[in-house]
């Protein structure tokens, strides 16, 4: 039993981890990076593309490797389907640049935002299918729980690695619409409030 649900936490954990990463290192780059940013050549968007490239290819790298190490080691004949990976890991990534892009500008504005973010976002572990499947879920559960994008995420990683799971729930557009709505808004307002953050 315990092998079988360790690929199934895998599923559920990594590309959970990949979007916590980078949503947590997209929103301090400025901070992060604040020395480099004192050249006229490097820009606030420099700083943000470097974390979040840097930090997609290590999760990423990651993510193979674990997963590799666990099917050899329960010596799974698991049927890998890569497409529903490759876009789970992908809406990952978008999503954590979108949350990483607004908390930069918020945690940039308002110092407070960091430690109420991290409050806020406590129970999200729990929140996005990392360790159940949605139609385990009660009906009102499940009714709430669809907004929340990582749900949708977990759920596509997962018919990747069971042919006989078919997550219909899954909605590639809304993930999508979320993680890019808050990218666009994300760096316009870091356009526009980016030399207020670096002066603080």
């Keep these: 039993m315990a092998p079988v649900f360790l690929l199934f936490y895998a599923t559920g954990f ?3 981890n990949l979007y916590q990463t980078l949503s947590g290192t997209v929103a301090r780059a400025l901070a992060y990076s604040r020395p480099l940013l004192r050249y006229p050549a490097v820009t606030w968007l420099d700083a943000i593309l470097a974390r979040f490239v840097l930090n997609s290819l ?3 790298v990651i993510t193979t490797l674990l997963i590799t190490g666990i099917l ?6 698991t049927a890998i ?11 990952a990534m978008v999503l954590g ?9 918020l ?6 935002w960091d430690v109420a973010w991290s409050i806020i976002t ?7 299918g990392v360790i159940y499947i949605y139609e385990d879920l009660p009906p009102v559960a499940q009714d709430v729980l669809w907004y929340n994008p990582l749900l949708h995420i977990t759920g596509l990683m997962r018919t990747g690695f069971y042919p006989t799971y078919n997550a219909d729930y899954v909605s ?15 760096l316009i307002l870091m356009r526009r409030y980016h030399r207020v953050i670096l002066n603080r």
């Design 172 to 186: 590639h557009a809304y993930v999508l619409l979320i993680g890019m709505t808050l990218t666009a808004l994300g």
């Design 97 to 105: 640049l979108g949350v990483g892009c607004i908390n930069a500008v």
């Design 122 to 128: 406590r129970p999200l572990f729990l929140a996005s």
């Design 14 to 16: 990594l590309p959970f």
């Design 58 to 60: 290590t999760g990423i």
């Design 81 to 91: 389907d890569l497409p529903p990976l490759v876009e789970a890991i992908t809406l």
């Design 72 to 77: 050899a080691v329960i010596d799974s004949r």
């Design 107 to 112: 945690m940039g504005l308002f110092p407070l």
